[in-house]
């Protein structure tokens, strides 16, 4: 069983700085991509980051500059650190991961079960 736990979400002001992480378990072959979705209210999820396995990086315009997406040297946890936080980033923070159980199975994407992150004025 695989299994994706997101941690550092919480209330911050807007200016300021998060970290969340993402820890991936399980029975594993290996990893691909990684990425960080968020879904704000009344609004469809979206990509916010996404890092492969080879630390190639692809950022949403919205949060170009201020985000940063980075994988430990394993490749089982992934980081998002969050600077200059705006409002509009307000929403629950999604951790995926794209991999393969086995050496014989294809991948597949699993899903965290999300972390909110709520800026204040």
């Known amino acids: 069983q695989v299994q994706l736990v997101e941690s550092g979400g919480g209330l911050v002001q807007a200016g300021g700085s998060l970290r969340l992480s993402c820890a991936v378990s399980g029975s594993i072959f290996s990893i691909n991509a990684m990425g960080w979705y968020r879904q704000a209210p009344g609004k469809q999820r979206e990509l916010v980051a996404s890092?492969?396995?080879?630390?190639?990086?692809n950022y949403a315009d919205s949060v170009k500059g201020r985000f940063t997406i980075s994988r430990d040297n394993a490749g089982y946890t992934v980081y998002l650190d969050m600077t200059s936080v705006k409002l509009e980033d307000t929403a629950v923070y999604y951790c995926?991961?794209?991999?393969?159980?086995?050496?014989?199975?294809?991948?597949?994407?699993?899903w965290g079960k999300g972390t909110l992150v709520t800026v204040s004025s």
């Open positions: 995926n991961a794209d991999l393969r159980r086995t050496i014989s199975t294809y991948r597949s994407t699993y």
């Open positions: 890092i492969t396995s080879g630390g190639s990086t």
